[in-house]
């Protein structure tokens, strides 16, 4: 089949002007142009949605990894997983310092017995693993903290399926900003982020709402018992929005249906597939 790539950068407000729409649209371009070849030369979707999202950490318009939001006590701690739907295996670091990665090395830990670690315990890992370190701090997200600003979202990740037809997702997120300290979101928790062999989600938003909405694993299981991609994340973001559910979401199902959806006023996306590239508006 021919393979399916999404991914997104956060859900919140509206975009301000035509320019950081064409920057948005020019970052996410560039990030398609690395990840979906992958899968075109018939890559698993494991590696294409782990290149996409290290892509999505490095460039600093998106609050993950590089350009992390800071939390209250002036500390960046980044979030991250992945999940291999096929295997059905899970794995995620939360809380860890420093990284330039995080999603390197949830990665990693896909093939450890011990696959979610958190704080010192994953910097220990990623230091043990030789993943390299780097300072997530912008002078953007400074000023931010410095103004106390409370964000409500911010997330990068990335949805695949493969020519083989596995389905994988892969999070990350530097979290709300000005958080009480060690706040664990969503990105790295199977409501953030999931995969089985009939589909995969990344949420993003409001990260209390979408643990307590179980967003992505409800809606893959959802899929799994046969109900179509569609109907499922409309339904479940009409009853979120009833409680003033704030997130959104991208999806993809094993036979390369897309659904991007938010109750916020945008979602950040792209996609690649047969058709070609298709962009967030
Ligand atoms: N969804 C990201 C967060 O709430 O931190």
């Known amino acids: 089949m021919k393979p399916v790539l999404v991914i997104h950068g956060g859900a919140g407000s509206k975009i301000r002007s035509l320019e950081q ?77 420093d990284l330039k990665n995080p999603i390197r090395l949830a990665r990693a830990l896909l093939n450890e017995p011990d696959r979610v670690l958190s704080g010192e315990g994953a910097r220990q ?67 953030g982020n999931f995969a089985n062999r009939h589909c995969a989600v990344s949420a993003t938003g409001h990260g209390e709402q979408i643990v307590e909405c179980a967003v992505a694993s409800t809606i893959c299981r959802q899929i799994e018992s046969g109900a179509r991609l569609e109907t499922a994340v409309a339904k479940l973001l009409k009853d979120a929005r009833r409680e003033g559910g704030d997130f959104g979401l991208i999806a993809v199902d094993r036979r390369g249906h897309i659904c991007t959806s938010t109750n916020t006023a945008c979602l950040i996306w792209a996609s690649a597939d047969q058709s070609g590239y298709s962009y967030f508006r």
């Open 125 to 191: 890992m990623a230091k043990k693993l030789k993943l390299p370190l780097a300072s997530p701090f912008t002078d953007h997200q400074i000023a931010a903290y410095k103004a106390r600003r409370r964000g409500k979202s911010g997330t990068v990740g990335a949805v695949a399926v493969d020519t083989q037809g596995r389905l994988a997702a892969a999070t990350s997120t530097g979290g709300r900003g000005f958080e009480f300290p060690f706040r664990v979101s969503d990105s790295p928790t199977i409501a």
């Open 21 to 97: 729409h064409r920057e948005l649209t020019r970052s996410l371009e560039s990030i398609l142009n690395l990840a979906y070849p992958i899968l075109l030369k018939g890559g698993s979707s494991l590696e294409a949605v782990h290149r996409a999202v290290m892509a999505l950490e490095d460039d600093s318009l998106y609050n993950a990894g590089k350009g992390s939001k800071i939390q209250s006590d002036g500390q960046i701690r980044m979030s991250a997983s992945i999940m291999d739907g096929k295997r059905r295996r899970f794995a995620g670091c939360m809380n860890v310092e």
